[in-house]
């Protein structure tokens, strides 16, 4: 556990794992199958994207949800990832701050802290994007879950129902429904999680405050109004 923050760290957590992914080894494997000496220079050039460390070009600062505010999280806590074409996006994980706004933007961009969420949802609903969704963050402790979620924070603290406000439900719904319709995730309980509620973890938000019932109607809500994003 960080010590503002809900979110696990990946040095305790092992899933800040650098070894090459599955999907490089399997080019590279290609690679040698074939004798690279005999891979035309267009298709070199098109494996080049596909080694480890190398990814899809990015635009400073854009963002995956309209609106949101892009503040980038130090490239400590999160994993370069061309989701969901490497991993197959099925989760989202709801977590509580147990802190500020301020303190948990200031603990993401801190490299030693090791862990981060993809978004933040201020109490007055603002978003934050901290971390492309096409990355890992390190946020749920567990390393397959890191890979298959986007991981929301939620301004606050799991003892204090005051914390979550009607327009930290809505803004965070929104998010949730545009992520949803994104990668084709079902809404239900088993697809929208709580950091709880992944395996091995011995955190507890968002905790018995949080109104499950009440965010999932809100996200079929946003998702009935059509796609998002
Ligand atoms: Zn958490």
Redesign the pocket.
Known sequence: MGATT??TTGATAGDGDRRPGRRALLVGGAAAAVGTAVLAREELSRLWWRLPGVDKPRVAGAVDFRGARWVAASAANYRRADRPADYRVDRVVV??TQGGYASAVKVFQDPAHGAAAHYIVRKDGRITQLIRELDVAF?AGNRSYNERSVGIEHEGFVEDAASFTDAMYAASARLTAAICDRYGIPVDREHIIG?VEVPGTD?T?PGRFWDWERYLRLVRAERAKGPHG
């Open positions: 809900g979110t977590h509580v946020h950091h955190h938000d």
